[in-house]
């Protein structure tokens, strides 16, 4: 079975904090993806990586960077941690190739930014 | 903006019922996903059905794809109180260089009371 691990289950930052939040995985899958879910709004799209330093912006990646130095781990980097930044965020990981593959979720990071 | 739909939002039954969850989404699709998402956890799939299949079944799980009218159904048979949870549908794309990429749906909550 794959395994996707966060590092933190809950996470509480202060404002203006550099936060960091790791993700790894133990299937050898090319892609990585960071989600944040929120009440209403459902899963969206931070940023993606589909190989050790390569990485593209999903819908939401203002206020965010990533960082991929190895296959297994995919960090998001909050530069400057605000409230609005509050969430639950989601990492997960897939293969690339073939075409049809479902993506393997972590237990999330609930964050919190006071 | 999202890409699935789900309806309804909230769903109740009992123990033993059916429980049906609808998604339609706008754009075409490579394949489309059902996730399950227990209160506070990640996401876990359940499901994919390609673009050129009209139904699957996995157990209790059953899924329609209608890709004419761009929608998708979830049925679960025989509901059991542990099926309480949300209910995501993804819709599948392929992107340049990631292959696999995942729009999700708002979900629907489902609880089953025993």
């Known amino acids: 079975d794959v395994k996707v691990t966060q590092s933190s289950r809950y996470l509480v930052k202060r404002t203006g904090e550099k936060v960091f939040l790791e993700c790894v995985q133990d299937?050898?899958?090319?892609?990585m993806f960071w989600y944040r879910q929120d009440p209403g709004l459902g899963l969206r799209l931070i940023y993606f990586?589909?190989?050790?330093?390569?990485?593209e912006k999903g819908d939401i990646p203002e206020g965010y960077s990533v960082s991929r130095e190895k296959k297994e781990r995919f960090s998001l980097i909050l530069e400057s941690a605000s409230t609005n930044q509050t969430s639950m965020y989601l990492c997960?990981?897939?293969?690339?190739?073939?075409?049809?593959?479902?993506?393997?979720f972590g237990d999330g990071t609930r964050l919190s930014i006071l | 903006s999202q890409q699935g739909e789900e309806d309804p939002q909230a769903l109740s039954i009992q123990e033993g019922e059916n429980a049906t969850m609808n998604c339609s989404y706008k754009t075409s699709i490579n394949n489309l996903q059902w996730y399950r998402q227990n209160s506070g956890r990640g996401l876990v799939h359940l499901i994919l059905?390609?673009?050129?299949?009209r139904e699957k079944h996995s157990g209790r799980l059953r899924v329609t794809l209608d890709t004419s009218k761009k929608s998708s159904s979830l049925l679960i048979t025989a509901s059991r109180a542990a099926d309480t949870a949300s209910y995501f549908c993804?819709?599948?794309?392929?992107?340049?260089?990631?292959?696999?990429?995942?729009?999700f749906g708002g979900g629907t909550r489902l609880m089953v009371k025993p």
């Open positions: 990586s589909y190989d050790v330093k390569m990485k």
């Open positions: 993804a819709t599948g794309y392929g992107k340049n260089n990631a292959g696999n990429m995942l729009t």
């Open positions: 299937m050898d899958h090319e892609n």
């Open positions: 997960a990981s897939s293969l690339s190739w073939p075409l049809n593959q479902p993506q393997h």
């Open positions: 059905i390609r673009s050129n299949e």
